[in-house]
């Protein structure tokens, strides 16, 4: 009796999309206004999907309070409000939201350990999400 | 061509989650605020999803006036407006989502015979959901 | 320059639409579904507008924090995860959403200094919401 | 590392639910209220998945400027301000949500080559929705 | 103590702007892609605004089983699934959704006598919306 | 017969509140981690209002493809992908969203003269809104 549990969290933060190698009309070219100078921002929503068994006793995957602790401190408190393009994590890579998503998989996988992790869906604007399963 | 077609249905109702066999520590410790005493409750959004191939004639996976029909009277009847800790269905029990979601998903199984179940999801608030699949 | 600031806060909660005087029937005929015993629940919203000339100096209608700050002791501690029913404030009279803005208008009309109240709305589903202005 | 994108656009049209070899009562009976005369219409979401490996160099599965250059062209230029029931693609085939997200999965698998379709999703409605994967 | 609700509804319709006086280049000039042959179509959601005092014993601002009643009878039954260019509300008048937001405040105005009516609100897409407070 | 229109259009951009004549501690007990270094983002929803009566002829207010024209060119292409806090228009000036929506009002209601200009309203976040009517 596998069930999937999915939580939501949000954070604000900036980046500008700018390969250092290339030149001013090759960035352009390649990421359009994402490459505009000093950056712009979005309200990241993060959507962490994890599943396992429902505890015979307590009648749950696990508990939120776990999940809401590891997200708080390892998720919120170091996306938000940030600006990602300087981060040490995205040193010399784009912080594209296809890379933001697969850090923060790698980031629940090593670091969460009282349910299975399934997926991490990250929705950059409401037109726009992306989703890695490892 | 096989076809998903999801439905939403809504419904409204409290809950609390207390393990009768805990001491009143233990179970704070467990549900934190949702061991308080009268319970509390939410708005549910159930998500159905069900697939099958397109009818060649009518375009349908199946008729929405069935699921509708068999939702009405299977579900939003029985649950919308009620207390779940009071239910039946969940003596010795804890009604958490997880298990709210497995019930679901068995009414369905058993009752609904116009299309193939896939998946019920249930929205217990903006931050989390719960999906089984069987 | 005056601008309004609206700031949205979310809290679980349960209530019983009853009147002590009235028998079963009458109930029934005035609040339906919501008299169903052992109650119901739902996820209310809370929409505060505040509103003030912009600082000259910090750009701001007030500082976020001291409405966080003030809405998170007052309004979410107070009512997240309760039953309005058994609340003190309530006693004696039917927990409708029209009451319960009224009485959280009242909280931040009493307690709330750093900037002129507007309104408060709730909601209470997807397709219900009250306002309170004074 | 394959990363699956979702990218939402929007598009308005009518359609009317009505077999042409059906007598008026039998299709009142199929489709109820959508085989009104004269149709009816609804703002359709478009979601559509695609998947593939993050570039090493841009950080993404596609560039958005294609999907978005690819939609716009031969998703809503087409389908955006019509009649469905009046489209050739539709002829002799009632042009339920079922059939056009199998359309525009077509649309998609034939001429968008920048990543891996994975699925298109509509919504016809905030209660119903459609997807297909081929 | 006056409180506002608001109550929304939904319906499905479709439309053609269309002026019978004008060339097909100034319908075209004027109505843009919502002047497309066969029209095309909507989900409206309707949002209606009452007030009135709460009563002392009820707790409510009217009853939400009357205002359900009179909409689904004299705005859902009446709208939902219909053309609105064919109806004879609209007959020689292009049915904007100006004129459907002043129609739908026209109708709750004469029949709706259970609280005071403030103002309707008519959501035609995401982007657009109109209000009408008489 | 006077009737609101309004209008929602999205850009993404990023600032930092941050004030040059204040101590970095200052600005942390003003800002909290809107203060943080080198900024941070949001995705903004700009909702424009308008008012006036129904043309006779047209049934509209003010026709939406000459808003939009204003709104793309005004608006979204000044704001859009941008750091606000890099614009000479908050030269000197902490770019709040109070002052954005001002500054947002002030441009409509120089430039634009096709309807009556009612209200502005910005949405930074899920949790947040500012509104100015001038």
Redesign the interface.
């Given at each position: 009796?596998?069930?999937?549990?999915?939580?939501?969290?949000?954070f604000?933060?900036?980046?500008r999309?700018h390969?250092t190698d290339c030149s001013d009309d090759e960035n352009r070219a390649?990421?359009?206004?994402?490459n505009?100078?000093?950056?712009?921002?979005?309200?990241y929503s993060v959507e962490v999907t994890v599943s396992g068994p429902?505890d015979a006793?307590?009648?749950?995957?696990c508990?939120?309070?776990d999940l809401d602790g590891f997200s708080n401190k390892e998720i919120i408190e170091r996306f938000?409000?940030?600006?990602l393009?300087?981060m040490p994590l995205f040193e010399g890579?784009?912080?594209?939201t296809?890379?933001l998503?697969?850090e923060i998989y790698d980031i629940y996988n090593k670091g969460f350990k009282h349910a299975h992790l399934e997926k991490v869906r990250i929705e950059e604007?409401?037109?726009?999400?992306?989703?890695?399963?490892g």
């Open positions: 009796m596998k069930v999937h549990l999915t939580r939501r969290y949000h604000a933060a900036s980046h999309l390969l390649i990421y359009g206004k994402c505009n100078p000093h950056g712009h921002g979005h309200n429902v006793a307590t009648g749950m995957v508990n939120l309070a938000d409000h940030t600006n393009s300087m890579k784009v912080p594209t296809e890379r998503c697969v604007t409401a037109k726009n999400s992306f989703e890695y399963t």
